[in-house]
């Protein structure tokens, strides 16, 4: 059973930045692809940054500049740092992890960007 658990949401101002880490329960090397996805209020879950076993990495163009995901297999975690923070980055983001045809997903961590 894979077992990822998100940490470091809170709320922020805007302009203001954040970093989110995800634990996975075993090996990240064993997983084709890691990375967090979001879902804002009263909307659909979307991609925000994921990044491959050979360390590729995709990310929402909304985010693109702003925010970076990292890898880290001694530790076996996936950090996502957001900078220059926007309202509309207000969301519960989630850890993913993709293997053998499979999606495991965190309980999710609230990020609200508020003056």
């Known amino acids: 059973q894979v077992q990822l658990v998100e940490s470091g949401g809170g709320l922020v101002q805007p302009g203001g930045s954040l970093r989110l880490s995800c634990a996975a329960s075993?090996?990240?090397?064993?997983?084709?692809?890691m990375g967090w996805y979001r879902q804002p209020p009263g909307n659909q879950r979307e991609l925000v940054a994921v990044?491959?076993?050979?360390?590729?990495?995709n990310y929402a163009d909304s985010v693109k500049g702003r925010f970076t995901v990292s890898s880290d297999g001694a530790k076996n975690t996936v950090t996502l740092s957001m900078n220059s923070l926007r309202a509309e980055d207000t969301a519960v983001y989630y850890c993913?992890?993709?293997?053998?045809?499979?999606?495991?997903w965190g309980q999710g961590t609230q990020v609200t960007v508020s003056s």
């Open positions: 993913y992890a993709h293997k053998n045809y499979r999606d495991y």
């Open positions: 990044i491959t076993s050979g360390s590729s990495t």
């Open positions: 075993r090996s990240i090397f064993s997983f084709y692809q």
